[in-house]
């Protein structure tokens, strides 16, 4: 459920539609969203589990929205991308107990490329959740030399490290498809792994 710097994305950005959970904290950095929505007069929709939506010539699925979840970081919205004949799984933060609902679910859940849930904490990426998506490929969000031990070596056990591509090490990915093939590139940033987006000098 981390949305520090959305407030900005918002600002930076033609949106024309904002979802989120409908979960409500009084923080500050959640305050400074909504200010942000309404600066541009977006209203905020909670979308339901499996519905989908369109945008160009791609889609996503609704696969888990928290609704049930105490736990704010399971109050994340998991969207299934659909692209052409390629898919994509963005988790959030979602942990372990939003998993075992997907799950049980029924949704589709395989893709190609999988977001990895909560920076590759211990609490999320279930060995049957895992198998379920079953990813050629596996991205983890995470800053460099963070104090929460992050990503978690039990979760770095369950995946592929030759497939398993991280923002600390590598700095910014960028992932490019046309709908059959993707290709997966990095540049080395000066911050913490997740800054910068030139379009150059990127390595594979």
């Not at 929709?45 to 939506?53: E, L, S």
Request: charged content about 25%.
């Amino acid at each position: 459920y981390h949305i520090g710097g959305l407030d900005d994305v918002i600002r930076a950005f033609p949106i024309e539609e904002l979802m989120m959970p409908k979960v409500m904290t009084q923080t500050v950095t959640f305050e400074s969203v909504l200010d942000a929505a309404a600066e541009k007069g977006l209203s905020i929709t909670a979308p339901g589990i499996g519905d989908v939506f369109t945008f160009g010539e791609g889609s996503f699925q609704v696969l888990s929205t928290g609704e049930e979840e105490e736990n704010l970081n399971s109050s994340s919205i998991v969207i299934r991308m659909t692209y052409g004949e390629l898919h994509f799984v963005f988790t959030g933060d979602a942990e372990q107990d939003a998993e075992e609902r997907m799950l049980d679910s029924g949704l589709p859940l395989w893709a190609d490329v999988l977001k990895v849930a909560h920076h590759g904490s211990e609490t999320s990426s279930s060995a049957a959740f895992l198998q379920a998506v079953a990813p050629r490929d596996c991205v983890i969000s995470v800053g460099k030399d963070n104090s929460y031990g992050h990503p978690a070596k039990s979760v770095l056990e369950r995946m592929e490290p030759e497939h398993t591509y991280r923002t600390d090490q590598l700095g910014t990915i960028v992932i490019t498809a046309d709908g059959q093939e993707y290709q997966i590139r990095w540049k080395q940033t000066d911050i913490d792994g997740n800054g910068g987006l030139p379009s150059e000098s990127y390595v594979q």
